[in-house]
């Protein structure tokens, strides 16, 4: 074993070395993608020795499969977890109940996906798996996309007296979902635009105020 990853691990390090290759390999792989990015990077972004990848995680595959699942745990743990427990009581209820649900989820959602440096590195990560997805896609679909795509078309489907799994559903949900990432992954934009250098915590939330809102507003477009 090499000596400098030896003496890591005999001063108790190996959580720390394997959280610090984890929130590089977000950033790294997030800004370059899975093959534009070599193991000697993210061991110096993460500022370890390049044996910690394959002892700690097999590989560059291994770590970039890892930063999935820590990924899809850290938004099912923040957001995910609680609104699919409400939404599962709100489905049994009225119409009114399941818009002031659907507001707040998509309030909370997109506060989870906008604003803060690790928020900007998580949606620049799933955007990339949008475009080309690779073996991680299957995490990423599983764990987050499809479950927050169910849970909010029970609700679009509750408002528009619609099946959640009818195809207008499915479009008007995805139409709901894709305003929020729009805000996160063309930031850069909405910044240029504003007139800004970043968003504060008050104008993040302001955006996800609106975003609740414009959910509601979208099923009632599509309702008429």
Partial sequence: MNTT???????????????????????????HGYEGVRTRTLADE???????????????KGLYLAVTRRLTAAVHDEFLKQALIETEVIQKRSKAEAEVALKE?????????????????RSLFIAREQLQPTEAYDILYEQFFLPLHQ???????KLMELDANDPKTILITHAIVGQSIAFS??????????????????????????????????????SN
């Fill in 5 to 31: 990853l030896s003496s890591e691990m005999n001063q108790g390090n190996e959580d720390s070395t394997q959280t610090r290759l984890l929130e590089a390999g977000l950033r790294i792989f997030g800004l």
């Fill in 46 to 60: 993460a500022g370890v020795n390049q044996s910690a990848i394959p002892y700690y995680f097999g590989g560059k």
């Fill in 105 to 121: 989820v998509m309030t909370q959602f997109s506060k989870t996906m906008i604003g803060n440096y690790e928020t900007n590195a």
């Fill in 151 to 157: 849970m909010i078309a029970v609700l679009v489907g």
């Fill in 185 to 222: 992954v063309a930031k850069e934009t909405y910044l240029r635009r504003q007139g800004m250098q970043d968003l504060d915590e008050a104008h993040v939330a302001l955006i996800a105020k609106e975003l609740g809102e414009m959910s509601i507003r979208t099923c009632g477009d599509y």
